[in-house]
């Protein structure tokens, strides 16, 4: 199970999705607790989309996904939803079908387009080396220095959202600071790992803690737990099977909600939610 150390690369790949997983599995908490899971297929999908338009126009293959998506978050923080017929997610998909098709638009029209599709949608993290590693480690590192800061000003407003308590009033610096992550993680994220394991490493170890834990405290680590897991064992299929490693890990994560969702009992192994972090 260990094998796979021995090779740099697989090294390597092993600290990106560490170092990616834990960071999107504790933002997943905050996502599923918002009711807004389609957020990071946006966002992601925006990405993607700034980086197809990079490579059309030959420039800014870093800049522009990062402002498209910086602009993407700023966008969705402050969409004010007056129908009470319509909810965020039904905009929040409609804004992910619309990047979806114009980076499929735009991938068209590269030489390599079917495979530049495919690791869009599921990267190559084997490919990662150290510098992207490092930058990776800074961004994601002061990210959650942040919300380490201000974790109960971020769960303040995640709870709000849980029990129907938030109120439009006007621009609220939390959840736009909130998108401002999620939209600087996913930038790094995407170009790495691709959009569908960000979507899973953000939305499954959350689901699968939700499940099986009470307590914010118990949830971040289980989400966290859950996601170490799915790095470490799908890395391993991948390395022992010659899988594509983007799409063992989301298959391992898949089967591993499985499990979790298979057991019926679990939400008497925890006490009560308690909000405080204190």
Request: with cysteine; charged share 10%; aromatic share 14%.
């Amino acid at each position: 199970m260990f094998e796979m150390f021995h090779l740099n690369f697989m090294v390597q790949a092993f600290i990106i999705s560490l170092i990616t997983g834990l960071f999107l599995s504790y933002l997943g908490v905050h996502v599923v607790g918002r009711g807004i899971v389609f957020v990071d297929l946006a966002l992601g999908q925006i990405s993607s989309f700034g980086g197809a338009f990079a490579a059309f126009i030959g420039y800014g293959l870093t800049t522009i996904p990062l402002v498209f998506t910086l602009l993407g978050a700023l966008l969705i923080s402050m969409i004010d939803i007056r129908d009470k017929r319509l909810k965020l997610e039904a905009i929040i998909g409609i804004i992910y079908a619309f990047a979806s098709a114009a980076t499929v638009m735009l991938i068209s029209k590269t030489p390599h387009g079917d495979s530049d599709i495919q690791e869009v949608l599921f990267g190559n993290i084997l490919s990662v080396n150290m510098k992207q590693i490092t930058i990776t480690c800074i961004v994601f590192g002061a990210l959650m220095l942040m919300h380490s800061i201000f974790q109960k000003k971020f769960f303040e407003l995640t709870e709000s959202f849980e029990i129907g308590e938030t109120e439009k009033k006007g621009f609220n610096i939390w959840n736009f600071l909130f998108y401002i992550s999620i939209g600087l993680s996913i930038v790094f994220a995407v170009k790495i790992s691709g959009v569908i394991p960000v979507f899973s490493y953000l939305i499954i170890p959350s689901v699968c803690a939700i499940m099986l834990a009470r307590s914010n405290k118990t949830v971040i680590i289980i989400a966290m737990l859950v996601s170490f897991l799915g790095s470490f064992i799908g890395l391993n299929v991948s390395f022992h099977f010659d899988f594509p490693a983007g799409s063992s890990i989301v298959a391992v994560l898949g089967i591993i909600f499985i499990f979790v969702s298979m057991v019926p009992l679990t939400k008497h192994f925890f006490p009560k939610k308690n909000k405080s972090f204190s």
